[in-house]
């Protein structure tokens, strides 16, 4: 049986620059159905890397003559393009099984279902085990009903099966297949973080996350449930990553690291290594970790790290409510400080659009942005994806005004706020990102830092015109 998993043609966030990113999911997917039954043929089509549009990908596919085509959907913003993949797999050969999976269709999969004819089967939930029975029922080796975690139409009804308990040990699951895009792996990088001929790779950590903020698709889709990898099986792959692939830079993509004990223990694994001092690495925290584990912030940057994205969102303690957040913005001020005091280049991120926004609470951010002076600070618009309390509570009060999944990106304004329209609440983004990039005293002491990570953004931004290209978008 053969497999095809495809990342689409995309455009990147482009706030972030140019970069080039491993498809972790399907490299993930890929090394498990390979690990557990080698007479699967497995090709992996990266787009970006490979540098080829739809008609590239259409040849692709005609050599190929797959028996399944996944595409990589993770985001809402890019379920079209899962859609466009599978579409033309079935005018190749309309017996091709069409797969889908991710978060996106985890929540829509009876919809997606129904209103897509080109779709066979979502897989829901966590994908490996899943999609290996899928593959050996299609096989003959077993019945498709009997695969939990999936909806697929079987004589014109669409069926449900049940929901598949979460792997119980992540440490069980192999490498991702970066060896089947070697080629590329050098290709791969992050021009804003790392420079343009640091190679680097994504890892995965942890899944899921034990807070439920309103807006996040990691506590519905995960259950509500924290689960990682040890210590000693991350820097395993750290160090794997970095002696076979030459990779430098690491992204690890868990919504919330988590700081503590497990940490502290990964830093001695990869100071023990030798390799602390010759990487790098990114991660998400929360600000109220970062104050409570603030005595193992310096072993984090002895460790490799050398940039910590948190999520402030607001200044404002009523929103941080509404949002289910559980931080004040005073604990985030003082997670920022201690980053900067111990040389991590300290990136916020804030939401917009909040249903009480308004043109002087909009001020009241940017005021605050000002005094929290983050290195970085990244604002997006509050967007209700499928399958979040915001989402079920924006369908029920009719504050939805735009349905198009490409535009759900953060960057598009999908509903208005009490006192703003969605072009005003577009508008305020802009001017967020005037306010802070349209400094010149920040720009200077940035290209200046004697952070080396900061010397190198601000740098690389201003070479990019990040501003110009906002106020093209916005315009």
């Given amino acids: 049986m053969k497999i095809m998993f495809v990342e689409p043609p995309k455009d990147f966030w482009f706030v972030m620059g140019e970069y080039l990113p491993p498809p972790l999911g399907i490299l993930n997917l890929a090394a498990y159905l390979r690990e557990h039954d080698e007479t699967l043929e497995i090709e992996i089509v990266d787009c970006q890397a490979e540098k080829i549009s739809w008609d590239g990908l259409e040849s692709r596919m005609e050599m190929f003559r797959p028996d399944i085509v996944a595409p990589s959907s993770l985001s809402t913003c890019n379920a079209y393009r899962g859609l466009r993949t599978i579409g033309m797999a079935k005018t190749i050969d309309p017996t091709i099984i069409t797969v889908v999976g991710g978060q996106h269709y985890t929540v829509l999969a009876r919809e997606s279902l129904e209103a897509y004819p080109e779709l066979d089967i979502v897989v829901r939930g966590e994908g490996e085990q899943t999609l290996l029975e899928v593959t050996r029922a299609l096989k003959g080796e077993m019945f498709l009903p009997d695969v939990k975690g999936i909806t697929f139409k079987h004589n014109d009804r669409i069926v449900a099966t049940e929901n598949r308990p979460l792997i119980g040990n992540l440490n069980d699951l192999p490498f991702p297949g970066y060896d089947l895009v070697r080629q590329y792996m050098k290709e791969y990088h992050f021009s804003l973080m790392a420079g343009r001929n640091t190679p680097y790779v994504l890892m995965e950590a942890s899944r899921g996350c034990p807070h439920d903020c309103n807006f996040c698709t990691q506590c519905v889709h995960w259950g509500g449930t924290w689960r990682s990898k040890t210590p000693k099986r991350i820097a395993d792959e750290f160090e794997f990553c970095y002696n076979e692939f030459g990779s430098k830079f690491f992204w690890l993509t868990d919504d919330n690291f988590g700081l503590g004990k497990r940490t502290d223990e990964l830093c001695d694994e990869i100071i023990s290594r030798g390799i602390g001092e010759d990487i790098m690495w990114f991660m998400q925290a929360r600000c109220d970790d970062v104050v409570t584990h603030k005595d193992l912030i310096p072993k984090l940057r002895k460790a490799g790290l050398n940039w910590l994205l948190a999520g402030v969102e607001s200044h404002s303690p009523e929103t941080l409510a509404s949002f289910n957040k559980r931080i004040t913005p005073s604990v985030s001020k003082e997670a920022f400080e201690i980053l900067k005091q111990n040389d ?123 501003l110009g290209a906002l106020r093209g978008m916005f315009r």
């Fill in 344 to 466: 991590i280049f300290a990136q916020a991120t804030f939401i917009i659009g909040e249903r009480s926004d308004s043109r002087e609470t909009m001020r009241g951010l940017r005021a605050y942005v000002r005094d929290l002076d983050p290195d970085l600070a990244i604002f997006m618009i509050l967007t209700p994806y499928p399958g979040t309390q915001l989402y079920n509570d924006a369908v029920k009060n009719g504050w939805i005004e735009d349905t198009n999944w490409s535009h759900y990106d953060m960057i598009h304004a999908i509903m208005p706020t009490e006192h703003l329209t969605r072009m005003e609440v577009q508008q305020e983004l802009y001017l967020c990102y005037r306010s802070y990039f349209g400094s010149v005293k920040r720009r200077v002491t940035g290209v200046f830092s004697k952070n080396k990570t900061k010397r190198r953004t601000y740098r690389y931004m201003a070479r990019q015109g990040v």
